[in-house]
């Protein structure tokens, strides 16, 4: 199969994409104190050159003081980080191309590498990040309604600046996501519960204030997964019953796209189909969908940042998938890393000239 139809255009709200591909957030931390520098906006704008149709940032954290565990992480607030994502998202826009920040809370953390540790401890739904393993202190509800409302500003500052889009980031044991874990939500308040459904209300409340503060017309994108780095088979929502019990919520608060993270997108969320997680998500909610997870590489993508080579792969069971309308788009990530134009080739037939990754690229901002 031909991957002519990965590059049809895509239009919703203020989204209006040359293609289907999207390039994944990707944490790399090279924004020193959590400004983004010219070094950042090259980065970004060689993708877009690329012809990426939609790139979403790496993780770029709320004005909430222990949002971040890394020095080095982007900020999406402040005069000095905006103006530097000012002029990354003018630049992309220079070269023909489409970006929405991922906006980011880390909630419960372990310590960073570097020994670097925010002023206040670590928050989140409880002490916990993962069963067993504390490391700061549960939000009051005070905190929550804090944090809530620093999601919504950081949402208005990225339609300010003249972001596409904007997508929060909801997955992979991230401050949203262990809100969703029973896990790590252990509350008895409304942000609590014993359902999946009930634990939504967090994430509900934060899609609301976005949408209260940018507008029906902004194109909003929530990231999800099933998996945490504590626990690679965790289901959050068990069977197609409590995956509607999970997204609907999301959906009907204003949720445009989801954007359903996996490690490898060929694998069935559920048995008895083949549909994968984004699959099941679009059959549930009726939303567009991102696939993502080791498209276009031979390694999983944990292994590849713990120092796991891989190789350029086929894309031909991606694209049975999408010609059947599993999905809508479909999110690449280290591919992009090691060949900036990777949309270019795969859209000219080029396959033989991508390059495979290798940890050692990790190094770089190129």
Not at 54 to 66: C, F, K
Request: negative net charge.
């Amino acid at each position: 199969m031909k991957p002519d139809i990965l590059f049809h255009p895509f239009q919703l709200k203020t989204l209006n994409l040359r293609n289907r591909i999207v390039m994944a957030p990707m944490t790399r931390s090279f924004s020193s104190n959590g400004v983004p520098g010219q070094n950042v906006a090259e980065y970004y704008t060689r993708r877009a050159a690329g012809e990426v149709g939609l790139i979403l940032s790496e993780g770029t954290v709320i004005d909430r003081p222990s949002s971040s565990n890394d020095a080095n992480v982007p900020h999406f607030y402040g005069e000095e980080a905006l103006a530097g994502w000012q002029n990354v998202i003018n630049s992309v826009h220079q070269a023909g191309g489409q970006m929405g920040p991922q906006i980011w809370h880390m909630g419960i953390m372990d310590n960073h590498h570097s020994g670097w540790t925010p002023s206040v401890p670590f928050e989140g739904p409880s002490e916990f990040n993962r069963p067993g393993f504390a490391n700061g202190k549960a939000m009051t509800e005070s905190d929550i309604a804090d944090t809530i409302a620093a999601f919504g500003r950081a949402a208005a500052d990225a339609k300010r600046l003249g972001f596409d889009c904007v997508e929060l980031h909801g997955a992979h044991g991230y401050l949203i996501d262990q809100f969703f874990w029973e896990g790590t939500n252990k509350r008895q308040d409304q942000y609590g519960g014993n359902t999946i459904a009930a634990r939504t209300r967090f994430a509900v409340d934060v899609i609301k204030e976005v949408r209260r503060q940018v507008g029906d017309e902004l194109a909003l994108i929530i990231r999800l997964s099933q998996w945490k780095p504590a626990d690679f088979n965790n289901k959050l929502a068990k069977n197609p019953e409590e995956l509607e019990q999970w997204l609907t919520p999301l959906a009907d608060a204003g949720v445009d796209i989801f954007h359903c993270s996996q490690r490898r997108f060929w694998e069935a969320e559920f048995e008895g189909s083949d549909l994968n997680f984004a699959g099941w998500a679009k059959k549930v909610t009726g939303k567009p969908t991102i696939t993502v997870g080791s498209i276009g590489l031979s390694g999983e993508f944990i292994a590849g940042f713990q120092g796991e080579s891989s190789d350029p792969s086929s894309i031909d069971e991606l694209l049975r998938r999408f010609d059947r309308g599993d999905f809508d788009l479909v999110a690449v990530g280290r591919p992009l890393i090691a060949n900036p134009d990777w949309a270019k080739k795969i859209h000219e037939g080029r396959d033989a000239e991508l390059k495979g990754f290798s940890r050692e690229l990790l190094g770089q901002l190129v």
